[in-house]
């Protein structure tokens, strides 16, 4: 047997292998893990030039599987202001004029993370044009769904007085004939967000195109400076591999780029984006997405689409109305229409993932998924926001994976509790945000943040999951904290195809760890949040080290 690389000992290691579930130490070499086993037995694999690390107690766990996020959107907007936790106008008009200050030169100053509460009234554009009026200036809501923007950025996008969009995206108007700065839905925003110069890296969940002209080497250069910024984030969070639930084959390039350059630091699953507009023979482009990309770092053979919006802004497709209101939200795509297209992906032997959050659009999905009868291709919904009860069954009967966001439930961790009166009556609500009910009907559970819409730390979403106080009246939907590694961990891998590769800890497998500041089966739940990352390791290279150990 080689002599180790890297040995990891005196750990509490949990392995996700059922077959040996606990160990004391790991060592690898050549990017795969060599022995999972006691400290002796394991150690007897160094050799002179073998690293050896002391875990001193603390938890090992297989490197963490982020099953929905958004690598390149959230490495782009580390550079803009943030507003998490920003409330009234007086502390907006704060953040936004320190922050033009700082970059007199951007041709749009754009903020992340705007609460739909920031100020006490619907924003609008003359409320951005009192923070400042003399810039473009646009704020994005939390879920990346909303975008609102002064009279200068709707003037310089050439939308203040409106534009023809398709069904679902909305430019909404005053009764004066010109918008109010309020966007909603990507087709909408994308002429706002063109003016920072990088519509490009929205391409792929904008429109599901390519960029035109294709960009040059120097381009490539900034996107790659920008992914590598998301990659080092993720990597100081444990994170080894992730499915990205935005792309095309610019996404997959810049990637494949990286790779050969030795900066690549975590597995990436990229999807190709079907849009309802889209004919189904533009699925020839995904099918050859995935021909091309299919390696250990950067694969594709998935298709993602949207069914719906968002609670907050009454996107999302429901089966009844909205509190207080007529609305029910409207599906993305003619029920048929959508059972055709799944049928056409399943041919193509390609997963399907679907952003479904109300719950008529997961009805919908489930009734496509249905029509395809491919449970072998472990199609998947995201978010899962609310379910109707007579829908529960059939997830497990079809296969079809939850991949559900520990940090999304109001009152769970930074989304305030009061969205739950807005958007679901109070008799639905043992229906929302369901993560037990929906295992215990046998759908397997993949856990992320949909990052940047969260805080992408996996221990912050552990606690989540962990802490999560029932809402009055209903039943308690936490699992176990077993099962919420799990789903964090091997889980996530199996739902992304990889359970060959990585997601557990056992010999020949890749060398993906995560070492936490602690042991994780010790720390009480409500303090796991701030246990931090010691060690990650992706591929057998250390991607993360906090201190040398």
């Not at 392995?15 to 050549?30: C, H, L, Q």
């Not at 444990?238 to 350059?261: H, P, Q």
């Amino acid at each position: 047997m080689p002599l180790a690389e890297i040995i990891i000992t005196n750990a509490k290691v949990l392995t996700m292998d059922e077959g040996n579930p606990r160990a004391e130490a790991v060592a690898i070499a050549a990017g795969r893990i060599l022995a999972v086993g006691g400290s002796a037995e394991v150690e007897a694999l160094a050799g002179p030039e073998t690293r050896m690390v002391d875990a001193g107690g603390r938890t090992l766990l297989p490197g963490f599987v982020e099953s929905h996020l958004h690598l390149v959107l959230g490495g782009n907007e580390l550079s803009q202001l943030q507003l998490g936790g920003v409330q009234g106008f007086d502390d907006l008009a704060r953040a936004f004029r320190a922050y033009a200050l700082e970059n007199p030169d951007l041709p749009l100053l754009m903020a992340q993370g705007a609460a739909y509460e920031i100020l006490e009234a619907p924003v609008t554009r003359a409320d951005l044009d009192r923070v400042l009026g003399d810039r473009p200036i646009a704020m994005m809501s939390p879920d990346h769904h909303t975008v609102w923007a002064n009279t200068a950025a709707l003037r310089a996008a050439g939308i203040l007085h409106g534009a023809a969009m398709p069904p679902g995206h909305v430019v909404v108007m005053a009764a004066d004939g010109t918008a109010t700065g309020e966007l909603l839905e990507f087709e909408a925003f994308s002429p706002v967000l063109a003016l920072t110069g990088d519509l490009h890296l929205q391409l792929g969940i904008a429109t599901g195109g390519e960029p035109e002209p294709w960009p040059d080497a120097g381009q490539r250069a900034k996107d790659k400076a920008k992914v590598a910024a998301g990659l080092q984030h993720c990597a100081a969070h444990g994170i080894t591999s992730m499915v990205n639930m935005d792309g095309n084959r610019y996404t997959c390039v810049l990637l494949k780029e990286m790779e050969a350059e030795g900066r690549l630091t975590a597995r990436v699953k990229v999807p190709f984006h079907f849009k309802p507009h889209m004919d189904l023979s533009e699925l020839d482009r995904a099918s050859a997405m995935a021909a091309e990309f299919r390696g250990d770092w950067v694969t594709s053979g998935f298709v993602k689409m949207f069914m719906d919006g968002v609670v907050d802004s009454r996107t999302a497709y429901m089966l009844q109305d909205y509190p207080g209101t007529t609305e029910w939200g409207a599906p993305l795509f003619e029920a048929e229409r959508f059972k055709a297209i799944c049928r056409e992906i399943s041919r193509r032997d390609l997963q399907i993932a679907v952003h479904a959050i109300g719950d008529g659009a997961v009805r919908q999905t489930i009734d496509g998924y249905e029509a395809a009868g491919r449970p072998d291709l472990r199609h998947r919904i995201e978010h899962i926001e609310l379910i109707d009860r007579a829908d529960l069954p059939r997830l497990g009967a079809l296969g079809i994976t939850a991949s559900v966001q520990p940090p999304h439930p109001p009152g769970a961790m930074d989304f305030p509790m009061s969205t739950m009166s807005h958007v679901f009556h109070r008799d639905r609500w043992r229906d929302a945000y369901l993560w037990m009910t929906l295992a215990d009907h046998g759908a397997p559970l993949a856990f992320a943040s949909d990052w940047p819409v969260t805080d992408v730390s996996v221990m912050r979403g552990i606690q989540a999951a962990l802490t999560r106080v029932p809402y009055e009246g209903c039943q308690d939907e936490r699992v176990g904290l077993m099962q919420v590694l799990r789903a964090y961990t091997a889980g996530g891998a199996w739902a992304a195809q990889m359970e060959g590769l990585t997601g557990v800890l056992r010999k020949g497998m890749a060398a993906d760890l995560v070492l936490i500041d602690g042991d994780i089966e010790a720390i009480p739940a409500e303090e796991i949040g701030r246990t931090g990352i010691a060690l990650t390791i992706a591929g057998g290279r250390v991607t993360h080290e906090a201190g040398r150990l």
